[in-house]
């Protein structure tokens, strides 16, 4: 029996050998891994520093002085929708927005002689349906003038139109006069 022993203790100490050659093997893995990382770090660290004192002289010899930002007009005095050429409109608004527009306007800021309330409003035709609208107008033997407020929930304008000639509801003035209103309120609402 005891060279039974003897065997089993010969086998023993073959496997731990194996067991450390794999254990030398994975700490040789992560060592490699690790120089590996380092010399990243160091290459990233050098180039990174590099670029910091490249980019700090670079800073040193700028002049603020020759800085332009970039021009960004929000002016809304740019707005120039197509109106007609023989037609006179005014638009302001009203409110928060502060909104001017004025073309072949002659007389001042009063409308308070346009007094007939018009029910079928010609101003609401292309607007959206919960947007509030009172218009009055006045039918003259070679115009109609028609004023009109227009109220959302975010703003508020007047617009001012005079269009020559004899217009009835069924001119083809009175849906280029909507169009127009339209386009005004959608640039507003902006």
Do not use: C
């Not at 990233?44 to 970039?70: A, C, D, E, H």
């Not at 308070?112 to 079928?120: A, E, F, G, V």
């Amino acid at each position: 029996m005891p060279l039974k022993s003897n065997k089993k203790l010969k086998q023993f100490p073959s496997e731990e050998g194996e067991q450390l050659d794999l254990v030398e093997t994975i700490n040789d893995v992560d060592k490699l891994r690790k120089k590996r990382t380092s010399i990243i770090l160091f290459l990233l660290l050098t180039v990174g520093l590099s670029f910091s004192f490249w980019f700090y002289r670079q800073f040193q010899s700028f002049n603020l002085k020759n800085i332009k930002m970039p021009s960004l007009s929000l002016s809304l005095s740019k707005f120039s929708p197509e109106i007609p050429e023989n037609w006179s409109v005014y638009v302001r608004s009203i409110g928060i927005t502060d909104f001017a527009f004025s073309s072949k306007f002659n007389s001042s800021a009063d409308f308070n002689y346009i007094s007939t309330l018009h029910q079928s409003s010609y101003t609401k035709k292309y607007l959206p349906d919960g947007v509030k609208v009172f218009e009055k107008i006045k039918e003259n033997s070679d115009s109609l003038e028609i004023f009109s407020q227009v109220s959302t929930p975010k703003n508020q304008f007047e617009i001012y139109t005079k269009i020559p000639g004899k217009i009835t509801s069924d001119s083809p003035e009175i849906d280029v006069f909507s169009k127009l209103v339209s386009t005004f309120y959608w640039h507003l609402l902006k």
